[in-house]
């Protein structure tokens, strides 16, 4: 596979499902995971996660070649951050996941570039995210498409519900906003 159009940060159970989507609308999409045995379950065109449907999905864009799973991002001009924010201590979120996800494409942004939280995070987080990119990379400043998508999905339904619930993306600025939904 040659630079993929999507990096899909995350392949849980709503990562792979939406990673397996849209490579099946044919665009190239390189998932990342930081364990080893999903990667290779994923590069193998097989689940490892229980969604109606998934198997399918996976093993025709694998096969096809437009799925690839790896343990770390590559350049694309999409990257999409499907990370885990489990809570700590008093039911606070722990965005550390969506942090880390973000640290590991910073050297990867370049401007023009879409960058999607759709983890479910508290308010604020995606522009934490944006402050941290633009304090570490001061040159992007201004020069990103920063947005937000909530999921919206429930377990068992994931493909039937990605392809036909409404879906809602807002970005940092009108721009941002119009760039998200091309």
Known sequence: ???????????????????????SNNVT????????KVVDTINR?????????LDTAVASAVKDGFLKAGL??????????????????????????VEAATRGILPLLKAGDLYILESTSPVGTTERMMDLIYSERPELSGKLHIAYCPERVLPGNVMYELVHNDRVIGGITAKCSARSVE
Do not use: C
């Open 45 to 53: 065109g097989e689940i490892h996660i229980v969604e109606p449907e």
């Open 1 to 23: 596979m040659n630079q993929p159009e999507v990096v899909m940060i995350g392949l849980g159970y709503i990562g792979l499902p939406t990673a397996a989507l849209i490579a």
């Open 29 to 36: 999409v390189h998932g990342v995971d930081i364990n080893q």
């Open 72 to 97: 770390s991002a590559v350049k694309a001009n999409n990257y999409i951050i499907v990370v885990p924010t489990p809570f700590k201590g008093k039911n606070e979120p722990d965005i550390s996941f």
